[in-house]
């Protein structure tokens, strides 16, 4: 065998991937081409979150419809919580109470293994069990050594027909895209207005910024629109919202939600998608600003002008930074007998050093494509 070839061959058999051809295919009947999800499934809360510093009381507004569950915990594992609960009709449950059934109040104190089976932060935790509430402000005393670093309240009403819905979106979120943050107040069927809705933003390090103001839309829809991150910082962002305000009823509540978004790395900026036949296949180019060099796959999904689902292709591409040609071919048999002036483009290139969406580009077929 000649040396040189056989070099060659060592490596192309050294560097995965690079004799893999790109993969094409038909998508299956009835399958349609969905956009990306605008943003993750919206989560549905009936509990608030409150933190205490150190020592000090906390107000725990009820809506009387139903049991509250509240769960004390200290910031630092192995620290002891102590608390003492004031109901409306003047009741106290005593740090060393259990209360009971019948006085409807009972305390359930877990020690660092409890808590430990139940994969939580070691330490004794307090948990009060409030079997009927009354639409009124309950009363916590939270009692924790210096050294604790303060503690983390947690009410819940499970049985509430109260809820706070909150997401944020895009899901994905490319750079210069706006952000949009969303909450929705219910309860049951009923829209609640007038509510003091705030979300504050924590970067992927954890970074918590400053709180901002979501305004009552109507129908219970509350949001807010920012124009950039707080800090360029790719990643999972976090989203708290904090709800607080009073049901049709008069029953004051207070209700803490949560949200996601990724901030992708900005790794990439595509042009407009060029369709053309060449030969026996479509042809599908779109020119492409590479911002961070790396290895992305490439992916073309096809469509009727319906959505329905006719071919696809992928790829795997290593691409330098700067400007360059993202190009791949799908055999015009996977496509049919669907008309070529009919046809919708999805584009999209992610990443896979770094795991993300790096860019994305449609075209409607129907008014570009090129026959040659």
């Known amino acids: 065998m000649n040396k040189t070839f056989a070099l060659f061959l060592s490596l192309l058999l050294l560097v995965p991937g690079l004799l893999a051809a790109d993969n094409t295919g038909r998508f299956a009947p009835g399958t349609r081409l969905e956009e990306p999800a605008l943003h993750a499934p919206p989560t549905t809360s009936r509990m608030f979150v409150r933190s205490l510093p150190r020592s000090g009381s906390i107000a725990l507004p009820a809506t009387g419809s139903g049991s509250m569950i509240i769960w004390t915990m200290p910031a630092r594992p192995d620290s002891p919580v102590r608390t003492r609960l004031r109901t409306p009709t003047g009741s106290v449950l005593q740090p060393a109470d259990r209360g009971s059934v019948e006085r409807g109040l009972r ?34 005393e939270v009692d924790v050594a210096e050294s604790a670093g303060g503690a983390t309240v947690i009410a819940a009403e499970p049985d509430s027909t109260l809820t706070l819905s909150t997401w944020a979106s895009p899901l994905s979120r490319q750079a210069g895209q706006p952000i949009h943050l969303l909450a929705e107040l219910r309860d049951g069927g009923a829209a609640i207005a007038g509510a003091v809705v705030t979300a504050r933003l ?27 991150l707080p800090e360029m910082a790719a990643g999972a962002w976090q989203v708290h919202i904090e709800a607080d305000g009073s049901s049709a009823s008069g029953a004051r509540f207070a209700r803490t939600g949560s949200a996601e978004l990724i901030a992708e790395r900005n790794a990439a900026r595509l ?9 026996d296949v479509l042809r599908v180019s ?14 073309v999904l096809i ?49 896979l050093d770094a795991v993300g969406v790096a860019g994305r580009a449609t075209l409607d077929a129907r008014k570009t494509i090129d026959t040659q």
Do not use: C
């Not at 104190?109 to 639409?135: D, F, K």
């Open 107 to 140: 305390r359930f104190p877990l020690n660092s293994a409890e808590t430990a089976e139940l994969g939580l932060l070691g330490g004794a935790h307090e948990v009060v069990h409030v079997l009927s509430t009354e639409a009124a402000e309950y009363r916590l």
């Open 202 to 228: 924590a970067s992927p390090s954890g970074r918590a910024f400053k709180a901002v103001a979501l305004s009552d839309q109507g129908d219970g829809i509350y949001s807010a629109v920012l124009s950039d």
């Open 271 to 279: 042009g407009r998608i060029r369709t053309e036949v060449a030969g």
């Open 286 to 299: 779109v020119p492409a600003e590479m911002l961070l060099a790396g290895t992305y796959r490439l992916d």
């Open 303 to 351: 469509a009727d002008e319906s959505r329905n689902g006719v071919a696809w292709a992928e790829g795997v591409r290593t691409l330098t930074a700067g400007a360059t040609t993202l190009e791949i071919d799908l055999p015009l048999s996977d496509l049919g007998a669907t008309s070529l002036d009919q046809l919708f483009v999805d584009v999209r290139l992610l990443g």
